[in-house]
């Protein structure tokens, strides 16, 4: 099985650690396949850059020649989903819903833990479209950029435990959602250290699109995610232009 | 007053026919811009074109030399509005949000008549974004296509009559959203013909952008929708690369 | 065009301050009459008053003999709105409404900031009817009396910077809408000093009940708010008996 | 025991009607006292009534002289309920209230049967507001005017019979709410003929006045239903102008 | 009148202050009969217990040998209520409903004070499926156990004043549930002391059970919970294997 | 790995069918053992059952001697999972759940079809406390018992292949849930024949609990679904007695 795991920026460095991340994930067999956008934000921290980093994915995407069986679009919180499930015949695993499905088997509400308090709304949105806002006691903001994130993992842990605390304490969490995936690399350290479940997206969006493809399930073609209609489509896909 | 008024597709005739809707709202006094992509769809009508045009109008917007107060999208159901009130200072409007708030000084509920079926769920996920699902009786479609609408508008007056005469009958619809900016032209006649108000979001665009622009008022930048924070964003704009 | 603005407290100079607000925003060619009702409380600060000011509202609109385009009903977070729809056959816009949908436009959340916390929940129900009260962040009080609130308006800005500032750290607004007519003079100073937008209902009602009546649309007569059924009603108009 | 039941037009007959089913209902030991408003409607079947119907009772309520112990106001989907529990240190029931919760102990989903179709969004919001709309399958409408219901019981059994079918079979309803106090009189034949429980609101709200009247609990004055801040009201109460 | 009250513990003492409460609010003429599961957890403090527990009692109800007209289920938020109004042909009252229906005509909004903090999210959860947790404004734990609150009532009356002037100052709540039938005897104290209306659910339960066979109601068997099929169940009742 | 399946009926025919059915779903090296209840009913198909089914799954894991490294629970909409999940160290996952989160990855609203009339409000109420009921399009009934389903393949085809074909023209549903494990079968060639991904719970609910084996993942302990207080439980486990 070949899965196709989409960074939204054109940071390789974080394509690089996703890549680790969801090969740690994958079962034996499982080829994993890393790809960066050819253009967009270095980070995916606002609406605009979400926006963009959706259409960068899919323009990568259909740059994708060898055959695969599934696609995982490791940005959290961010656009795109339903756009790249129309371009594919294959599952399409968005990490933010991965992980706040899996997150909702292990106890009764769960909260994020992301990177700046400006992308809480943005997060809440997507969560209240796959329905899951019910279910999320809190999304807090460790206040670390995307790239710092990534960049400093001890900091990270530290920030992320104290958030935690803070969402099982305060907000009633039973289950913490790492909200970037720059922050992959923390998961199991914060999960031994404070005692509760961490799920990690990547790794979520692995294991769920390995049970679609094996399941023989994909994404429904009868409604509102068929093909999109045949058009003149001006300069797409933009990176052969 | 300057308002720019950005079509999401590429079809020049629709700019026209909405460029023309739009001066017919406006105030004395006030300049209605009309725009077109530079890349992107002949007309949107899935997720993937969405959010593709979405990120057309931004790289057209980023070139509008001219001052302008105001923009309104004219897309019904696309996505991007955050993404573009993150980037300009001026009111942004979209056309889906401008149609729902007005319907809903006119009567309980609210029913859209779109174009295709399959645009319903795209249509219904912005309105629970906006919160005004609960205020939303039903989207019908008509099943007939962006361009079929705009290009004969009789047949489209014929099918919104049906469709909207159902809304009411069934659905329990006081008042009818044009869930196409390519429909405008049938709004006056379907109101005079089943006697319920028709709003259309093109007109609404620009009475509340001139609105927000005479109060004073424009997109707050202390929260989600502050400027995008500084960094290194490659191909951008697309239609400068 | 003519635009009745109802005070909903019998209070003259609240009239009158709600009057020159109105003129504020109306556009050239608009003439504004304030009306006062004949009957009921000095001012509106619980059910019982709000329940009272609207039937006194509607008696005091039955009494209009000039013609008039539209009314605005100047009560915030008070009753009546559908009453005086079914009454009239002219668009009606209430404040609570108008500056909830303004302020939709500008940001993802927007806070109430209203004259006493008794009052809030009643707010919270119109919010919860016009189905914003998802897009409602908080509504909070500053525990001044409506009657204070417009004769001292120094300490009314004080109270609502200080309630603003709340609303913005904690509750996570973006916009802020002012919760009662006398606080209309202290918008744009607050505005100026907070930095996120000030929605004032009555200017904003002004401003989309003149909208309405140039995209000519009208309250919906086909369902909920068509004309009251004809039938003895006794002791009506109540200032006539 | 003294429970004053308040009709809430200015029929004679009706109030007789709705005296006559609270009687019924009453524990032995309890007095009831009807009431019929001093002006408004001679029946409440639109917003405009609904809002001069609830301060008509608020003004009669005033006139009661000997003391009292509940109130239960008799008029379904009406507004008003707030309004009373404020003036008043008793506690109120509102038979739309009454014959909800009731329902909710008999089946997971209830559907009320009302007089006009009209009444229908009016009702819907009183069950939005005091938290079961999602308990509730459907508002269905006989199409007879409250005043038809009260006058010809037999064709009001057999509309009721028809319309409660439907409820049951297509909408899910376990329980049936009549929804106009006109209608009390086929309650029984109703129940007996269909098999479902018909729930009442004037018998069902005097069977919970009783019972707060005696498990010593009263409408809470420490928030929103507090007794209205003192203050000059004009004209008040207006049947004594 | 004969009502059936069940404990859902076994412990013979909380059967004995539930009958004594239950006694004192039964309606002259109405006998109490108490009854303890022969089986499961001495208290009921979590979803496994409450489970068991609700299984227990319908099999200590099938055990009931004399006729009775009603049952009221004696735990606060506990399982069982559809299980048992599906086995018997008359009203099922559980305490928790009880409470909560009673608590919705007495303010705009409640709070449920309890036992342990773990037990808060089912309580939260058997609120939201009767559909009343948005008029819940909080649920708040004493953090003593079961045992304790009805062991010791001096503390147990101090602990839910600090907790209901928490709900009061804080949540915004209006009213008080107390959510423990162990809790009942410290009703009229904290009502006394604090000043807002405290429902019990024993009491409440009692006086529903009361009015609904007054009013000739008893739960619908045309839809979800109707008898059960007949069928092969393999040891039940379980005490009597 | 090892995974314990529990059916929840004491019919040994159908654990084997669904032991079979989760044979195909797991991983090479995954072990599955299929365990039946000691007492209960032969099928489930009403809340008596359901919480008795509950009681007996609990008791028949307590005496599952071998090691395992998860839990599945076989019963479509019962009861059950919060309680299982506090007494067990392991991941639990129950039918239902693993049935409606695998849909969501595949569209924008999926129906269950499932087995009697009677069972869809408790099916919709076990969606509701997940949080997926906005995600539903509808629950549809095949009007055949569970025995009957598991007994006779080709009808129960025919009939979910008409059930499927409503839910996806009338309700737009995209995806299929099958709402009861006997129907398990016919997944594969209802989804050939009709051309919709139609999710099976115990393949679904299998390759969840491996995944979140191989991720290190299981219950959280710091909330709601800690373990059970120490306490005195009379007769438990019920089959020891």
Known sequence: ???????????????EAIRQQAVKAAAPGTEIVAVTPEFGPASVECNFESYLSAVAVMDRLQAVEAPFDAVVLAGFGEHGKEGVAELLDK?????????????????????????????????????????LASRCASVRATEMTVLD?????????????????????????????????????????VQAEVGVPVVDGVTAGVALAESLVRLGLSTSKVGSWAPPPPKTITGWPISRR
């Open 91 to 131: 599952p399409v695993v968005d990490i933010t819903e991965a992980a706040a499905h899996m997150a909702c088997l292990l106890g009764r509400r769960f909260s994020v833990v992301t990177s700046l308090k400006r992308t809480r709304g943005q997060i809440h949105d997507r969560l209240q479209l796959i329905g």
């Open 149 to 189: 994130l990534e960049d400093d993992l001890e900091r990270t842990g530290e920030r992320v435990v104290e958030e935690v605390t803070w969402a099982v304490e305060a907000d009633g969490a039973d289950v913490i959602c790492l909200g970037c995936a720059g922050m992959a690399g923390v998961a199991e350290g």
């Open 1 to 15: 099985m070949r899965i196709v795991v989409a960074n939204v920026n054109t940071t390789g460095s974080v394509t």
